[in-house]
Structures are given as C-alpha cells and as structure tokens.
C-alpha cells in the first residue's frame, strides 16, 4: 500500500473529513433543476480548508446525475475559456440544428482577448442559451464551477452573473459553484458587481473535528498494518488541529517515518512527522498568504502575533502607534487577504494554523 495522504493544493484527500451534508443542497438542485437555490452555490473558507476539493466533489456529482460541468479558475480570460468549453460541449453532444447554431457563433472563438468586448458577450450567452436548451431537452444542464474568485476581474465576473441570472430567468438548468476567501468574497458581493449572487447559498467552510482525524487516522494506519499506539494516534491528530491540509501533511509524513521504521511509529517519530508537517505548511500555505503582505501588514500582524489568542483593535493600535482609522484599514486589507478572521465582538485572530508561530519565529522587519 502507498501512501495515500495528498498534501497538495486541490488533491483529492483519502477520505473528506468533516464535509458530511455539506453538498446535500447542490445534490437535491441537481434533481429539481433550474432555478433550485442549491444551484447556487459559493464555498468560502481560509486556504488550505477544502474550497478547491469541495468544487471537486460538486463536479463529481453533477457528472454522476449526468449534467455537463465547466470548470474554471477566475484568472483574467475565464468568460472567454468557459465559452470555449462550452462550445466544445456542444459539439461532444452532437450535430443538430441548435449545434450547428453555436458552431457558427463560437467561429470568432472567445478566449482571444482577456475581457469579452459586447458582440462577443452576445454570442457567449446566446451560445449558452442554445447548449443549456439541448441539456434540458435530455433532462440534465450544466454546472460551472470557478475557483479563487476572490482574484476574479469584477467585470468579467458581473458578465458571468448577469448571463446566469438571464438563464435563470429563462428557467434553463444551469448551476454555478464559486469558491474563495471569505472576507474577498463578502466584498465582492457587497460591492453590487453581481447582486443577484447575494441569494447563493454561502456555505463557510471550517476544520474537521479533531476526534473524526483521529477516527480516519486509525482506521488508515490499521489498514496498513503499521503498530501505533492509540495516544500517538491522538497526538498526530491534535496536532492538525482539524485544518484539513495539515491533516493531510502530518499523515503523509507519519507514513514516511512508519515506512522508514518497518511499520512502527514511536512518541519520536511522530514528533518529527508533526514537526515535518508544520515546516511544510509555514513554506507553502503561510509563505505564499504572505507574499502579498505589505510592511505595514506585517508591523499589524506581528503586533498581533504578541497575543496568545485573538487580538484586540486597540492593543494593535498601541503596538504599532496607529490611529483607529489606520488600524481599521489594515484590518480588513488583511481580513480580504484571509490572513485573519473577526471573532465576537471585534476581535481578530490568524486564519491559518502555525501562522502565530511563524510570525514569533521571524525577527521583526
Ligand atoms: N475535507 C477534507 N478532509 C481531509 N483533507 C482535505 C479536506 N479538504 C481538503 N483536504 C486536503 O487539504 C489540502 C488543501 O485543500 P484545498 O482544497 O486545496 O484547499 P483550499 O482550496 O481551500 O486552499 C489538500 O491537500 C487536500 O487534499
Ligand atoms: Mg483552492
């Protein structure tokens, strides 16, 4: 048996823990068709919570029921390349007369420029118009998933709501599954570039519970026949803290050291898997959430990093020597970044596991 843990952006995990009825919305929209509220659907979440893998598990079922699925990251040019697919759908489907209609709109192609000038935006929603039309007409319809919309262009993404909302008016059998950083995502729907995504079914997503890592951590390590005792079990798994890619980073490396040691892992190994994990997740997940950081982000985060839990606004004021309304801005630049997160009444604390300690381990710049 190889190791199945996948500490990788998007890798489908071994076993999805915590996401028990998450999708069950999506899945009944799926039967009633046009216009089902499930059909709309937005996953937030910090990185490294499960966004990517959840819009992977939508699109596998929407393929299991039979409906067509397009499926996009919101990099600049993403109308253009689902009017691509799209396109290439219809012609998978068949010749027909609606066929040979979207053959000859799509000639002029979509993915050339990166934003669609009007003509093109008329033949991408006519075009739609005609492939959802033949998907009804065999009783399925498509679902287009975009990820990290947090990063979308907001023109192209009020295009891509104003085309689905006219669908949706139409009664024709569209979905749409978004995902990406909560407090970006809140702005974007607050900001009115998309109005009518504000009825999407918002589902936040947040860690597994530490006891069910534990359950899976078992049942894997059983399976594999490798000698752990149920205490290191539960140490590797509160080490996680539920946060799903570490999860996946403290089982891989605990299934290194077990291949290492001929099965066997001791209170040393699986301090040094754990250790192994949280290294991994400081270069990957922190170093990249803080690649965009500005020096004053990070005065702010390390003022909040001399805090033990969440941070108050005006003990990082103090640290830092910045007025309220300074405090505020960085505040929700850092909250859009999903760096941090708001807990009750104003509070903030770090949206990444290790996040605290990273910062501590680093001199102040
Ligand atoms: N529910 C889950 N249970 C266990 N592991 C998960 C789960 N969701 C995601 N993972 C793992 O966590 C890591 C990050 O997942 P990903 O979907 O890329 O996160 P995001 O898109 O939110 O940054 C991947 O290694 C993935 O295999
Ligand atoms: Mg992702």
Do not use: C
């Not at 929209?29 to 939508?58: C, E, N, Q, W, Y």
Request: charged share 20%.
């Amino acid at each position: 048996m190889e190791n199945p843990f996948r500490p990788s952006a998007g890798a489908t995990p071994p076993e999805i823990l915590g996401r028990a009825g998450v999708l069950d919305e999506f899945e009944y929209g799926l039967r009633l068709g046009s216009g089902a509220p499930g059909l709309l659907t937005i996953f937030t979440g910090a990185r490294g919570i499960g966004k990517t893998v959840m819009i992977g598990a939508a699109h596998d079922i929407a393929r299991e029921k039979g409906w067509a699925v397009v499926s996009e990251t919101a990099t600049a040019g993403f109308m253009g390349r689902i009017g691509e697919s799209m396109r290439q759908l219809a012609e998978e489907l068949g010749a027909g007369p609606a066929n040979r209609r979207i053959t000859a709109i799509a000639a002029a192609g979509f993915s050339i420029t990166t934003q669609l000038p009007p003509e093109r935006q008329v033949a991408w929603r006519t075009l739609g118009a005609d492939l959802l039309r033949i998907l009804d007409e065999r009783g399925n319809g498509l679902v287009i998933t975009v990820d990290e919309i947090h990063a979308a262009d907001r023109s192209e993404l009020a295009q891509l709501a104003a085309s689905v909302q006219h669908f949706i008016q139409d009664r024709l059998p569209i979905g749409l599954v978004f995902a990406g950083l909560p407090a970006a995502v809140s702005d974007l729907l607050n900001e009115g570039v998309a109005t009518f995504l504000r009825r999407a079914d918002k589902i936040d997503l947040h860690a597994a519970a530490v006891r069910e890592v534990e359950e899976s951590f078992a049942g894997t390590f059983a399976e594999a026949a490798f000698a752990v005792s149920p205490d290191l079990v539960r140490r590797a798994a509160e080490a996680t803290g539920g946060y799903p890619f570490l999860i996946q980073l403290v089982g891989y490396f605990l299934w290194k050291e077990a291949e290492i040691n001929q099965g066997l892992l001791t209170a040393e190994t699986v301090e040094r898997a754990i250790e192994a994990a949280n290294r991994r997740n400081g270069r990957t997940v922190i170093e990249a959430a803080l690649a965009a950081a500005s020096p004053k982000d990070l005065d702010f985060l390390h003022a909040m990093a001399e805090d033990d839990g969440p941070s108050v606004a005006g003990d990082i004021g103090r640290r830092i020597g910045a007025r309220t309304n300074l405090v505020a801005n960085y505040r929700s630049r850092l909250l859009a970044a999903g760096l941090i997160e708001p807990t009750a009444h104003g509070m903030v604390d770090f949206a990444i596991p290790g996040l605290r300690q990273h910062l501590r381990a680093q001199s102040r710049p």
